[in-house]
T-cell receptor
């Protein structure tokens, strides 16, 4: 069965600094990969997704992620973090069977001014 | 509205009571999912509907949990004889289906927070 690991439970960065959130997955074939963001009192919002093709994908709010098959990783990056980016970030994998997403445990991002 | 709507947003009940949580998906989305999110955890899959039928209910924890989608739109998650361990945020999501296959991109509602005392 597929699984997703987000090794960082909590990350604090200064506003304007760069950000990288780690995500590793376990699955035998090429999965569909997603990053979602969850702000307090709001639903999960899709930031970006990887299905196939170019391994560097761009998302909303200035986020990007790179799929690295050799490392089974799909790390999320942003060159300059804004205070409004403070939220919980979830990586998820879908095996392409059109049924369910498997989520990681999330990384809580705190942004200091 | 344009998004996934879930009601109630908050539900407090007593142990042993029956609870229903409702989800109204995005219009035209034939795929509907229920997830459960406990404190400090990522969402965990419960059940997936394609149209009116449950295509995958492997995530339902036991037979106290049941979900229906009788007309292929609104879905209700039903929990019988609630236990304190059922306390969580229950999330609903929907997805577009193209040529019988979902796009894999899920749109989530804000969730129903269930507290069992």
């Amino acid at each position: 069965a597929q699984s997703v690991t987000q090794p960082d439970i909590h990350i604090t960065v200064s506003e304007g600094a760069s950000l990288e959130l780690r995500c590793n997955y376990s699955y035998g074939a090429t999965p569909y990969l997603f990053w979602y963001v969850q702000s307090p009192g709001q639903g999960l919002q899709l930031l970006l997704k990887y299905f196939s093709g170019d391994t560097l994908v761009q998302g909303i709010k200035g986020f990007e992620a790179e799929f690295k098959r050799s490392q089974s990783s799909f790390n999320l990056r942003k060159p300059s973090v804004h205070w409004s980016d403070a939220a919980e970030y979830f990586c998820a994998v879908n095996t392409g069977t059109a049924s369910k997403l498997t989520f990681g445990t999330g990384t809580r991002l705190q942004v200091t001014l | 509205g344009a998004g996934v709507s879930q009601t109630p947003s908050n539900k407090v009940t007593e142990k042993g009571k029956y609870v229903e949580l409702r989800c109204d998906p995005i219009s035209g989305h034939t795929a509907l999912y229920w997830y459960r999110q406990s404190l400090g955890q990522g969402p965990e899959f419960l059940i997936y509907f394609q149209g009116t039928g449950a295509a995958d209910d492997s995530g339902l924890p036991n037979d106290r949990f049941f979900a229906v989608r009788p007309e292929g739109s609104v879905s209700t998650l039903k929990i019988q004889r609630t236990e304190r361990g059922d306390s969580a945020v229950y999330l609903c999501a929907s997805s577009l289906t193209l040529a019988g296959v979902t796009t894999g991109e899920l749109f989530f509602g804000e969730g129903s927070r269930l507290t069992v005392l």
